[in-house]
């Protein structure tokens, strides 16, 4: 069955990097795209990023643009997301999500906690 | 970006009765949106894709309608474990992937 496990959440300082991974398992991982999405507790859901396939092609929302860097392992089935200059704002719970262009989020991860603070 | 806004922003429903749930977009999605279920504690939980095509396992009291910017999300014979929030997403223009700000069904 598919499996999406995160690791490496925590409390970090402001101005601070964590990077996040996500070990996946149960399906072709290469043939898929994979996303972060964030939620802030009490708030909405926010996709984060994305990196297609080979890795090479990869989006990030505005919000983090400059400051987050997806990337993949294919031969490890990994995904990463390296957070980097850390806010109060990123402060969420972040998803590792398995999705393609024009389909929906079908299997999500348990998620993994950020906490921004100083 | 597309913004989605959803309707009402909390539901209060009693066990056995019809929720209807509203979502709404900024431009057209076509029929490129999904609901999502999600319970505290829980990761968010595919339900509906395509507007109106249950995802796997999903029970039949729940359907989804509409196409373009008008969508809902129906859920019959409310059962004690469907009090969660809902969350609509369009997956037609990225990026950004949107959600809507969720609709919460208590008792």
């Known amino acids: 069955q598919v499996q999406l496990v995160e690791s490496g959440g925590g409390v970090v300082q402001p101005g601070r990097s964590l990077r996040l991974s996500c070990a996946a398992s149960g399906f072709n991982f290469n043939i898929y795209g994979m996303h972060w999405v964030r939620h802030v507790p009490g708030k909405g859901l926010e996709w984060v990023a994305v990196a297609w396939y080979d890795g090479h092609d990869q989006y990030n929302a505005d919000s983090v643009k400059g400051r987050f860097a997806i990337s993949r392992d294919n031969s490890r089935s990994m995904l990463y997301l390296q957070m980097n200059s850390l806010r109060a704002e990123d402060t969420a719970v972040y998803y590792c999500?398995?999705?393609?262009?024009?389909?929906?989020?079908?299997?999500w991860g348990q998620g993994t906690l950020v906490t921004v603070s100083s | 970006e597309i913004v989605l806004t959803q309707s009402p922003a909390t539901l209060s429903v009693s066990p056995g009765e019809t929720a209807t749930l509203s979502c709404r977009a900024s431009?057209?999605?076509?029929?490129?949106l999904a609901w999502y279920q999600q319970k505290p504690g829980q990761a968010p939980r595919l339900l509906i894709y395509g507007a109106s095509t249950r995802a796997t396992g999903i029970p039949a009291r729940f359907s989804g309608s509409g196409s373009g910017t008008e969508f809902t999300l129906t859920i019959s014979s409310l059962q004690s474990e469907d009090f969660a929030v809902y969350f609509c997403q369009q997956y037609k223009n990225w990026p950004p992937l949107t959600f809507g700000p969720g609709t919460k069904v208590d008792i």
């Open positions: 999500v398995r999705g393609g262009p024009l389909s929906p989020f079908d299997y």
């Open positions: 431009q057209s999605v076509s029929s490129n």
